[in-house]
């Protein structure tokens, strides 16, 4: 099995609802280390109180389910989506999903150039490409599966101490997501989250040395998604 799939398994058995009520609403996050919560406790066994997630959760009063997973990419979301049946049986029921992926996909490219410096457009390109073909089926795939509201976030820029050298494959992935959900929006109950412009000027968002968020970032991120819960 592999490493991926283990670490879904894990997830679930270590992650307990708010609520365990028939009556409460429940929510199912999905993605990568951001909606999990990554680095935000010393010890990264279980999404945290402080993931973003959980903070929607306790707000509003519903039972969540975490089935984030640190270093997962949109591909492997997707491969989730359709043949895990811990994530089938959890969007089936799920009254709201927030989606978060696509970053692992873009940091996978810079590890691959060792970093920023001489990063062209040309590399990044057809990674772009596929994370915005694979978001597509991801809504598509959670659409069959729930009648519940589908919360897509966007990506912020997680080196935002690097300039512009970031700004063009992400300002063309979310206007690529912003057309998508707003196509989608007419037979599909979606919504796009903005974290790219909610994170613009806020490095204090970000865990420092890290491109992950603060507590304080979390809660931006929950801050996001909560106007469209009731």
Known sequence: MKT??????????????????????????????????????????????????????????????????????????????????????????ADYVTVYIGGN???????????????KIEQVAPVMRRLVDHVHSIILEIDKLTDGKILVYNLYNPYPQAGKQLDVPLTYINQQYASLIQLLDHFSDVQLVDAYHAYQGHPEYILPGDVHPTKQGQRVLARLSLKYIQ
């Open 4 to 93: 991926w799939m283990i670490m879904i398994v894990v997830a679930t058995m270590l992650w307990a609802p708010y609520a365990t009520s028939a009556e409460e609403k429940r929510l199912v996050a999905i993605g990568d280390s951001i909606p999990f919560g990554y680095n935000i406790e010393e010890e990264n066994l279980s999404p945290p109180k402080d993931s973003f997630p959980s903070i929607i959760a306790n707000e509003r009063g519903l039972e969540v389910t975490n089935l984030s997973i640190p270093g997962l990419t949109s591909k492997e979301l997707l491969q989730a989506i359709k043949d895990n049946d811990i994530f089938r049986e959890s969007l089936k029921n």
């Open 105 to 119: 996909d873009l940091l996978n490219v810079v590890k691959k150039n060792k970093g920023l410096d001489g990063l």
